[in-house]
């Protein structure tokens, strides 16, 4: 009788045994899943900050204009909202000639560009870069106005259209005004009483936005309702100019200082 129950304790105890084993393999299994898991969760939140790094920064180099082929897009927009100035105005009904017409919608769209660099003896903008510019002119015109079914013209005047392309046409205008009052405050000699030249860039910048409407309009024609819409806009009126010249040359005051 004794020997069973001795038997019976010694399998007891070898049954206790083996679970305390199975719990401690239970358990290390489960804390390797933890730390696999753990490790899966960090490596899957490291991607999605990287991948939100990357697209911050995609978001960033286009409202800069540093993406590839932002100039191309914008340039691209700006003659969508030059064409379709015309097809929407004078064209609505078809009648111009397409010349005519194609030459309204680059004046419309690029008239800075055709005119703004005379003032400083250059080719202006349209001239040297006529490449891309004309080309991108002459394909939004034809979108706009010869599609099959029209289906170009409905596209761009739908609203989605509208603004994408009134979004491309503002940083078309933006970098336009940047580059053009930098590129006169580079050019032009500053007078005796203040080491930059400050009224000139501020000019030039806000000229460049309206050259198409004096070219088209004449002078009275332009200004006889008061200040044209290109003045007050957001990328050509005088405050902005004023405020861009004037951060950018307090800069570069400043490194001469330093």
Not at 136 to 152: E, K, M, Q, R, S
Not at 185 to 199: D, G, K, Q, R, T
């Amino acid at each position: 009788m004794s020997f069973y129950t001795f038997n019976d304790v010694r399998s007891r105890r070898q049954r206790s045994e083996n679970a305390r084993r199975s719990d401690n393999l239970r358990t290390e299994l489960v804390a390797s899943s933890y730390k696999s898991v753990s490790s899966e969760t960090s490596h899957i939140e490291t991607l999605d900050c990287q991948s939100m790094s990357r697209f911050s920064d995609s978001v960033l180099a286009f409202l800069l204009g540093r993406s590839a082929y932002h100039m191309e897009l914008r340039t691209f927009g700006m003659a969508l909202q030059g064409a379709m100035a015309v097809r929407n105005g004078p064209n609505k009904d078809l009648k111009m000639h397409w010349f005519h017409a194609f030459a309204l919608a680059t004046i419309i769209a690029f008239g800075g560009g055709w005119f703004t660099f005379i003032w400083m003896g250059k080719p202006t903008s349209m001239i040297a870069s006529g490449d891309v510019n004309v080309t991108l002119a002459f394909i939004a015109f034809v979108i706009t106005h010869y599609t099959p079914f029209d289906i170009g013209y409905k596209i761009a005047n739908s609203l989605p259209g509208v603004l994408a392309i009134t979004s491309l046409a503002q940083m078309f205008r933006s970098m336009g005004t940047i580059g053009f009052i930098s590129s006169a405050a580079s050019e032009l000699n500053p007078s005796p009483y203040y080491p930059i030249p400050v009224i000139g860039p501020i000019l030039y910048g806000s000229l460049l936005g309206n050259m198409g409407g004096f070219f088209r309009k004449g002078f009275d024609g332009y200004l006889q309702n008061g200040i044209p819409w290109p003045f007050q806009n957001g990328t050509s009126d005088f405050v902005i100019d004023i405020v861009y010249h004037w951060l950018t040359a307090r800069i570069l005051l400043l490194s001469e200082i330093l």
